[in-house]
């Protein structure tokens, strides 16, 4: 892989390109401008591929650009334009994170797609599942081979998400390079989150807007140019500077009316939007390499202390579920009947009495209940 040329960002030359094509966005000064080069760069994380094959891809996405019916969001039965920061008020993404001096963007815009998904896809906007990506990039990434200055692919994260899961911040917190000093709590096998299955959405525009819209979000590779470390606001379309590399974000929506994506990245909230940015369609091959969908994110975890809001029974013996706050359906299961009809009606009972309870949910079923 040919090394990209170390030309850094020139803010002016930025602003001056903006201004002949419109101020189709805004630039200014942000938390990677003011970094050095090599620091920037170190905020990366995905190798671009050869010269010709990222030629390729980003002439693909170019191409998919052009407006036709096929390629928009009504050709697969989604709306027209979704983001998961406001579902009918509703907010499904999880704070904006900041991967620091690390090439781990891989795991951020990965776990942040997880996150996402967990929220969205069980109606839940209030859950928080704060997942590591320290033990998605220090220990699943580097048994891969990957480091901070070499970075990873997302089809090898979405693999160990799904094979094996990823637990939670506060059992491996994360610091750029681990330099923290942190371990994986020994007890994560019991806080754990999993995506149950994902699908390559590669090339696919109309498949990609479908999989955001019902399930909250995907993860997507880009090649970044100099002018997008500046980027603070609007639809951004690369106008000027050298590539600096490649880099993996979450997409959390789309507006076709605007012709872009939305995305949630991991440099602060002192970058972009907040920490979030608007890409155009067929820009930088967002949507020609590597994009990535969760179906579904299955959790192993004790809830903490939550509520149930609805309970649910049907003729058949074993067949209770309860509707639990930030959860959603969750069924009850137990060793034999009477163990599972004791275990619902303790439930139901905390529905009444408005107590609070706190559950051990492993896969969508409550395998023990804790009634205040």
Wanted: with cysteine; charged share 15%.
């Amino acid at each position: 892989m040919a090394e990209p040329a170390m030309k850094p960002v020139d803010l002016d030359e930025v602003t001056a390109s903006l201004a002949s094509a419109g101020h189709p966005w805004v630039s200014g000064q942000t938390s990677m401008t003011i970094l050095t080069e090599q620091d920037r760069r170190m905020r990366l994380g995905v190798a671009l591929p050869s010269e010709p094959d990222t030629d390729r891809l980003i002439a693909a996405a170019s191409d998919l650009a052009s407006p036709t019916d096929a390629l928009s969001a009504s050709s697969v039965g989604a709306p027209a334009s979704f983001d998961a920061r406001n579902v009918g008020g509703a907010n499904y993404t999880t704070p904006v994170k900041d991967q620091g001096s690390c090439g781990s963007c891989v795991a951020f815009g990965t776990v942040a797609t997880m996150e996402t998904t967990a929220a969205f896809t069980r109606g839940a906007p209030n859950f928080d599942p704060d997942l590591s990506e320290a033990h998605l990039f220090y220990v699943h990434g580097k048994s891969d081979g990957a480091t901070c200055a070499t970075g990873w692919l997302p089809s090898r994260a979405f693999t160990f998400c799904q094979n094996v899961g990823v637990t939670f911040e506060d059992y491996f917190p994360y610091t750029p390079g681990n330099t923290g000093g942190a371990s994986l709590n020994a007890d994560w096998p019991n806080r754990l989150a999993r995506v149950t299955s994902y699908k390559n959405l590669t090339g696919n525009p109309a498949a990609i807007k479908e999989h955001i819209s019902t399930h909250g979000a995907v993860s997507a590779c880009f090649v970044v140019y100099q002018d997008f470390f500046s980027y603070r606001t609007g639809v951004y379309r690369h106008l000027t500077g050298a590539s600096a590399g490649g880099h993996c974000v979450s997409l959390v929506g789309y507006d076709d009316a605007l012709g872009c994506w939305i995305a949630k990245n991991s440099w602060s909230t002192g970058w972009g939007d907040g920490g979030h940015f608007k890409i155009g369609y067929g820009q930088c091959g967002i949507e020609t390499w590597e994009v990535h969908g969760a179906d579904a994110v299955s959790l192993r975890m004790w809830t903490g202390q939550t509520k149930v809001i609805g309970c649910y029974h049907a003729s058949s013996a074993r067949s209770g579920w309860v509707y639990v706050e930030n959860r959603g359906w969750l069924k009850v299961t137990a060793a034999n009947d009477s163990a599972h009809e004791l275990m619902l009606t303790d439930l139901v009972a905390s529905k009444v009495g408005n107590r609070p309870v706190n559950l051990f949910e492993n896969g969508g079923t409550v395998e023990i209940s804790h009634v205040y």
